[in-house]
């Protein structure tokens, strides 16, 4: 059994995004201290009194800044597997490298549902014009390419429904090593959100409904009207999950939701080993949000709450959004969170707003 | 009609305590920078990117830091008005520099209330012998004798019930020009916490009971007992108050009950021009903290909701109560916030939590 860590000690996070900004600002409630190590400044910057520039990839500056610290996390999944086993030799990084290995490849990820008997869309791995024929026969016509690695919201993927049009996505995608997915019919999305601690233990928190424009996340809302015994099955998949990773933080893991008459009624979408865009609306609507199970869990401190108090629709403030700041301030029953980027680029993550109201 | 400062604009606080690393961390969320000017390093050091260490009296350095921030305000109430007038030469101070003359000293604030035709009790000055016959008289021999300047917590104050240990009270705060105050028989102590916006719109939040141990807040409590009528002269007090001063941010104002037959129900003891103690309930029964409502005062922006959504008991952790955070962060419903203060010593405040429940 290992000691939680005391209050004064430091979280070092991988990535200066809006992530480790709410990350470090949970961690401080609890009288924990942050370090943020980045490819280059970002929000989180402004929320410690540590940070250090360096590249990923640069393994000897990772050791030092590991060294420095008392345990460290990441805020995106695409640290390179090098920097996750350097960081490891000087201080625990939760969640594992495991959880980083699975999850940076959407074939390595999917394959890996597969083997754990988990719902996933049919797929197939597309490296060159010799897998075209298979991956239709294995997913069908209508199916979306994706590049194995480095896609997020949207990016890298090209949609197709007719099996010739396989080789212009190939094309579109730079002819990257791919994955085809299957289309799947499904009449919504929610996630999992789910914290494993240093002890196993899992707590849930209540499942959103998660709606998308142009492949970003654009509201969550909570309750969803996801079934309770969907819920309970959502719940077993992401405890699954969390369970074959030994993981440690909050995992999410979206999901389709097929309909009530379907054999399989919830599809594994695709999981994240951090804290999720999803799960924002934690921050207002529960006593402990997302971000400061995460932190317990990798201090291996006992979780908290994961209850809401409220109901609450998280949307988010996508680019030119975030130039209604000032109305928005003045919305009764919304709280708003703005990241502190300066410019607000098209497709940018600038904020979000939870509206929230009495539990219905 | 002064714009709000926009998201990316920093907020300069002087002091660096847990004040202060709250206003930072609830600047943090509206996406605004925090500065910090204090004497000591001190725990909100860790929570900005910089903090700048110096002497109040140095004005020179007072002026520099005002100069590279977008505001100014302050988390105690003894900012010699000197460093005040010095920041407002090259930024706005909010509150107002009147805000700290009239709260650093006990006979000034209850000269100011009087004047306003509010509720005190009797009070007279005591800086040497000769005014103690005349204060016993005004006062009465039940009473507490106060140092004009610099007492909080109980500091600086010694009980006397007989007019005789008059004499020995005034040795035992050594002297120095107090203020005596005749003893009155209360039922109970609220706070009123107001908030008041650049155009001067006014927001209350729900009153707290509270409870002190050894001179040093313990428990607020809300809702609290305080029948609504009396709820609403409170409040009419804060408001009053508040306008006096021409007031920009959070205003707490402690008052005593005393009892639904007194000809005047409620006596105010002292005021803070600043966040207070007994507003932090506010974190985790609210949408928008007292910490975040000052913050959009003193930057213009439109006041944020100040209802609650929960029902809460706030503990303060002072010494070493912060020893029991691995229990405190396992009981479920409570919120535990923690200083990042090194040393617990006696007396000094460590942390406290908010003890939630479903509002009754």
Same mark, same amino acid.
């Given at each position: 059994m290992t000691m939680p860590l005391p209050p004064g000690s430091t979280i070092g996070i991988l990535g200066g995004g809006q992530l480790g900004r709410m990350l470090a600002l949970a961690a401080a409630r609890l009288g924990l201290k942050s370090a943020i190590y980045s490819d280059v400044p970002g929000?989180?910057?402004?929320?410690?009194a540590r940070s250090v520039t360096g590249a990923y990839e640069d393994t000897g500056a990772i050791s030092a800044f590991a060294r420095s610290v008392d345990v460290v996390t990441y805020e995106f999944e695409n640290v390179p597997l090098a920097a996750a086993a350097a960081a490891e030799n000087e201080a625990p990084v939760r969640p594992g490298a495991k959880a980083l290995a699975v999850s940076q490849d959407r074939f390595d990820e999917k394959s890996f549902l597969r083997a754990l008997s988990l719902p996933v869309a049919p797929f197939a791995l597309v490296? %060159?014009?010799?897998?075209f024929a298979g991956a239709i026969a294995a997913c069908g016509e209508r199916a979306i390419l994706k590049t194995r &690695?480095?896609?997020?919201? *949207?990016? *890298?993927q090209a949609r197709i429904s007719k099996a010739t049009e396989l080789a212009g996505a190939f094309d579109a995608i730079k002819r990257a090593p791919s994955v085809l997915e299957g289309f799947i019919n499904f009449e919504y999305e929610v996630s999992v959100l789910v914290v494993r601690g240093l002890n196993g233990e899992k707590r849930f928190y209540d499942c959103p409904l998660n709606t998308h424009k142009s492949g970003i996340l654009d509201t969550s809302t909570? !309750?969803? !009207?996801?079934p309770p015994h969907h819920v309970a099955r959502a719940r077993e998949i992401g405890a699954t999950i969390a369970d074959a990773l030994g993981y440690v933080g909050l995992l999410a893991v979206e999901m389709f939701y097929m309909g009530e008459g379907s054999t399989e009624p919830l599809v594994v979408n695709e999981m994240a080993p951090r804290v999720h865009? %999803? *799960?924002?609306?934690?921050?207002?609507?529960?006593?402990?949000s997302q971000f400061e199970n995460h932190v317990r869990a990798v201090a291996g401190w006992p979780l908290g709450p994961t209850e809401r108090h409220s109901d609450v629709v998280m949307t988010n403030l996508i680019g030119d959004d975030v130039h209604a700041w000032r109305e928005l301030s003045a919305e009764h029953g919304t709280a708003l969170h703005l990241y502190g980027k300066a410019e607000a680029r !098209? *497709? &940018?993550?600038m904020g979000h707003v939870n509206r929230i109201r009495a539990r219905g």
């Open positions: 929000p989180a910057f402004d929320v410690v490296e %060159s014009e010799a897998h &690695r480095l896609g997020y919201d *949207g990016k *890298g909570v !309750p969803s !009207p996801l865009n %999803s *799960g924002h609306w934690t921050m207002d609507a529960c006593l402990c !098209p *497709g &940018r993550k």
